[in-house]
Antibody, heavy 122, light 110 residues
Framework: QVQLQESGPGLVKPSETLSLTCAVSGYSISSGYYWGWIRQPPGKGLEWIGSIYYSGSTYYNPSLKSRVTISVDTSKNQFFLKLSSVTAADTAVYYC???????????????WGQGTLVTVSS | QSALTQPASVSGSPGQSITISCTGTSSDVGGYNYVSWYQQHPGKAPKLMIYDVSKRPSGVSNRFSGSKSGNTASLTISGLQAEDEAAYYCSSYTSSSTWVFGGGTKLTVL
């Protein structure tokens, strides 16, 4: 079955760049669909960060757009998140998810990774 | 973009039905049939329960149903069970080609 797994440093210093990888198994990214990143600060709700199509087309949350880059490597079946100039407010569990977006037909985040906690602290 | 509005908490007894609301605007919930609902147990990843307002993914109990009226979407859980106790989040596509989540609702099964 389709599985997603996040990986990356659990601790990032303020002002540095947070970098995460999402490895997809059981489905080829280049077969279609979008792929998204969502985060959840401790004890708080979900926040959509951005989504990328396998071809590289992206959508970003306007509140994070100036600091976010999402990219994809179809040869490795992975996609990536980079968030620059981080502060303590970026401390959260970061989830990657398959984003089933079929314009005019359907839209949902149907399969999620287990999440990875990233703490921003010196 | 502003988060969709959900009640912070709802509760119900086993066997009862509860409804969780999700209020947005004509630029998101009211403008598109792309509302989805997610269940999240503590320490776990969210799980898709309803998509496209009222569709259920394979494997999700038919006790879960979704609907929409105007700018407000609703998730109804019938025949409440202890295992339904969790946080529930709604999400919607927006006219800005972005996606927004609700603040979340904690369901307590009494």
């Amino acid at each position: 079955q389709v599985q997603l797994q996040e990986s990356g440093p659990g601790l990032v210093k303020p002002s540095e760049t947070l970098s995460l990888t999402c490895a997809v198994s059981g489905y080829s990214i280049s077969s279609g669909y979008y792929w998204g990143w969502i985060r959840q600060p401790p004890g708080k709700g979900l926040e959509w960060i951005g989504s990328i199509y396998y071809s590289g087309s992206t959508y970003y949350n306007p509140s994070l757009k100036s600091r976010v880059t999402i990219s994809v490597d179809t040869s490795k079946n992975q996609f990536f998140l980079k968030l620059s100039s981080v502060t303590a407010a970026d401390t959260a569990v970061y989830y990657c998810a398959r984003h089933v977006r079929i314009v005019g037909y359907s839209d949902a985040f149907d399969i999620w990774g287990q999440g990875t906690l990233v703490t921003v602290s010196s | 973009q502003s988060a969709l509005t959900q009640p912070a908490s709802v509760s119900g007894s086993p066997g009862q039905s509860i409804t969780i609301s999700c209020t947005g605007t004509s630029s998101d919930v009211g403008g598109y049939n792309y509302v989805s609902w997610y269940q999240q147990h503590p320490g776990k990843a969210p799980k898709l329960m309803i998509y496209d307002v009222s569709k259920r993914p394979s494997g999700v109990s038919n006790r879960f149903s979704g609907s929409k009226s105007g700018n407000t979407a609703s998730l109804t859980i019938s025949g409440l069970q202890a295992e339904d106790e969790a946080a529930y989040y709604c999400s919607s596509y927006t006219s800005s080609s972005t996606w927004v989540f609700g603040g979340g609702t904690k369901l307590t099964v009494l």
